[in-house]
């Protein structure tokens, strides 16, 4: 992987994510460890990463979390007008 890599993903329970990683290993899916331990991977992955780890959490009967995904800073709303 190269200095592109832009996502990262970690369970906070160990258990979970050492799952997780066997999962992933066993999955031939393209990914790097950093050095806190979390998945890091590229764009291209993101989408097979993701998915495997939305299956580990639902096996782990985890409920999905809800996102929050903020807007560009040009187009920060102000009282409900951009």
Do not use: H, W
Not at 4 to 31: M, N, P, V
Not at 46 to 61: D, L, P, V, Y
């Amino acid at each position: 992987m190269n200095k592109e890599t832009k996502r990262y993903l970690k369970f906070e329970d160990a258990a979970l994510q050492s799952s997780f990683l066997e999962q992933l290993r066993r999955s031939g899916i393209a990914y790097e460890l950093n050095r806190s331990g979390a998945v890091a991977f590229a764009e291209e992955n993101a989408n097979t990463i993701i998915s495997a780890a939305f299956a580990k959490a639902k096996e782990a009967g985890m409920k999905p979390l809800a996102c929050v995904v903020a807007p560009p800073p040009e187009k920060v709303m102000v009282g409900g007008v951009t």
